[in-house]
């Protein structure tokens, strides 16, 4: 069992920045993958970025050289870096664990871009 708790959401103006964080209740070494997902209202949720315990990386085409997501091992620890956001990037944002066959969510966090 992993649980996962999302920490940083809010409103920012277009162009801005907000780091979300996310933390696991056990070693994320031990988990296989984690991500950010998100969902916008009408919209299905969609990848947004994700670490494999490898620590190889991900992106979605839309946040490439925007968003930068990385991790502390002894915090237990993702974070999200969103850069240059964009009214497109609103969305609930999830955090995803993946671990033996199993998929975590936690319970989202708002992220609202409008001046």
């Known amino acids: 069992q992993v649980q996962l708790e999302e920490f940083g959401g809010g409103l920012v103006q277009p162009g801005g920045s907000l780091r979300l964080s996310c933390a696991a209740s056990r070693n994320i070494f031990s988990i296989t993958v984690m991500g950010w997902y998100r969902q916008a209202p009408g919209k299905q949720r969609e990848l947004v970025a994700g670490?494999?315990?490898?620590?190889?990386?991900n992106y979605a085409d839309s946040v490439k050289g925007r968003f930068t997501i990385s991790r502390d091992i002894a915090k237990n620890t993702v974070y999200l870096q969103m850069n240059s956001l964009k009214p497109e990037d609103t969305a609930v944002y999830y955090c995803n664990g993946q671990a033996a066959g199993a998929t975590y969510w936690g319970q989202g966090t708002q992220v609202t871009v409008s001046s």
């Open positions: 670490i494999r315990n490898t620590g190889n990386t």
